[in-house]
């Protein structure tokens, strides 16, 4: 079982940067890909940014270049730094851990965290 708990979230001007914890409990962080998602207003959930056991990144086509994922498997965190923020990226972000690449970018991780909301106002 893995429990994870994001934190970092807030209101932020249009231009702003923000960044993203996700602090995990429980077994093997390391051996997990990790993602983030988010959702937005009316909106169906979306894959941000991915990382594998070995730090290999994948980023949705519109945060590529702004959003930045990454880990630190001694503390089992993983982050999100958000620069170059957009009123369009206000949406509640969540932490996933998959068991592999596929669970991550097919929306279905084993395990989800309780999400964190982010605004950003124009």
């Known amino acids: 079982q893995v429990r994870l708990v994001e934190s970092g979230g807030g209101l932020v001007q249009a231009g702003g940067s923000l960044g993203l914890s996700c602090a995990a409990s429980?077994?093997?962080?390391?051996?997990?890909?990790m993602g983030w998602f988010r959702q937005g207003p009316g909106k169906e959930r979306e894959l941000v940014a991915h990382i594998s056991s070995s730090s290999s990144t994948g980023y949705a086509g519109s945060v590529k270049g702004r959003f930045t994922i990454s880990r630190d498997n001694a503390k089992n965190t993983v982050y999100l730094q958000m620069n170059s923020l957009k009123p369009e990226d206000t949406a509640i972000y969540y932490c996933a851990a998959g068991a592999n690449t596929v669970r991550i970018l097919t929306r279905t991780p084993d395990y989800w965290g309780q999400g964190t909301q982010v605004t950003v106002s124009s």
């Open positions: 429980g077994r093997s962080f390391s051996d997990y890909v």
